[in-house]
């Protein structure tokens, strides 16, 4: 069977590596996308004409009317947790699986927070860019993690993680999710308005959807305290950046961190990350070789299983998959 992977060059060195690509090319005739800009439907139709599966990153948007013009599809499988870029309903509708990567980036994303945390205590990008820019830093006082209070917006993976790593710490936690059951005297289940009121540092992990769009706003905003952070490590459309920003500029609270955004690719956008009390990265909280090399993989294991006519650990849609081998 021929596959389509069609993550650009960049992406694909970053987020797809040699081992996975090897391990593709064992069991498929493999066509890569070779251009620097990500495939467009127009584009990823002309490209994936005579594909049997298209192996998507983050970039690669599959709308619904790919899949009626590319009556050899059988698949289309997503490199990542996150399939909001791929119109399932449409691919259900005309026969074609989709399947989804398991999330391998948890200590990843995790350690990030972590690091963000300290960061934002202690001023340390702050008084490194003084000290580049040939300036003497301000002294101030920073702030311990251990005593300070967190709240986790998310009891996922990678809030159950964190939360872990918290507790280690010597860390008050609070958690805020309605759909999760929490069996841990050491964490405190409270509703989101609470957590807003009394955490000393909000990560938000929330999952993103239509209920959690601009979960974070006015309201929510108006509810931290002044010296508390922000941070966000789930998606962009999470947070009202009008309000966050407005929120930074007037010291209502003492800063954020983010690693998303409503850029492009998910990244912070440039009018958030260039105030001076944001931390900002762009979009590399599950960039690393163990991360990315575990959703990579499974991937090959999903296009084997596939091939097979099997369906694979990850499928969203198998019900409505008939256009198997």
């Not at 797809?16 to 593709?24: A, C, N, P, T």
């Not at 991937?299 to 409505?320: C, S």
Request: include cysteine; hydrophobic fraction near 45%; charge should be negative.
């Amino acid at each position: 069977m021929k596959v389509l992977l069609a993550h650009t060059p960049q992406m694909r060195r970053q987020y797809y590596g040699e081992r996975s690509l090897g391990g593709l090319r064992a069991v498929a005739d493999v066509k890569l996308h070779e251009g620097d800009d990500a495939l467009d439907a127009a584009h990823l139709i002309d490209a994936a004409q005579e594909v049997d599966i298209i192996v998507a990153d983050r970039l690669t948007e599959g709308r619904g009317e790919i899949f009626a013009k590319l009556p050899k599809l059988r698949a289309m499988v997503r490199c990542a947790v996150d399939i909001r870029n791929i119109d399932v309903a449409a691919a259900s509708a005309a026969g074609v699986l989709v399947t989804r990567a398991g999330p391998g980036f948890i200590q990843s994303v995790a350690e990030l927070a972590l690091g963000f945390m300290v960061d934002l205590s202690r001023g340390v990008s702050r008084a490194t860019a003084d000290y580049h820019a040939g300036r003497m830093p301000d002294v101030t006082m920073g702030r311990q993690l251990a005593g300070s209070r967190i709240g986790i917006i998310g009891y996922g993976s990678i809030g159950r993680h964190l939360a872990g790593i918290a507790k280690v710490l010597g860390m008050e936690i609070l958690v805020a999710d309605p759909f999760a059951t929490i069996n841990d005297a050491a964490i405190q289940h409270v509703p989101l308005d609470d957590l807003l009121a009394r955490a000393d540092y909000v990560v938000c992990l929330a999952i993103a959807n239509e209920q959690t769009e601009n979960l974070i706003g006015p309201a929510a905003l108006s509810r931290m305290q002044k010296h508390s952070f922000f941070i966000n490590l789930s998606r962009g459309n999470l947070v009202d950046e009008a309000a966050l920003a407005a929120a930074l500029r007037e010291n209502r609270i003492a800063g954020a961190a983010l690693d998303v955004g409503r850029a492009l690719d998910q990244m912070p956008t440039m009018e958030l990350a260039k105030l001076p009390n944001v931390i900002a990265t762009p979009h590399v909280g599950g960039l690393t070789p163990d991360a990315i090399e575990h959703q990579s993989c499974e991937t090959v294991r999903q296009v084997e299983k596939i091939i097979k006519g099997e369906i694979p650990i990850g499928a969203v849609n198998a019900d409505h998959w008939t256009r198997r081998p």
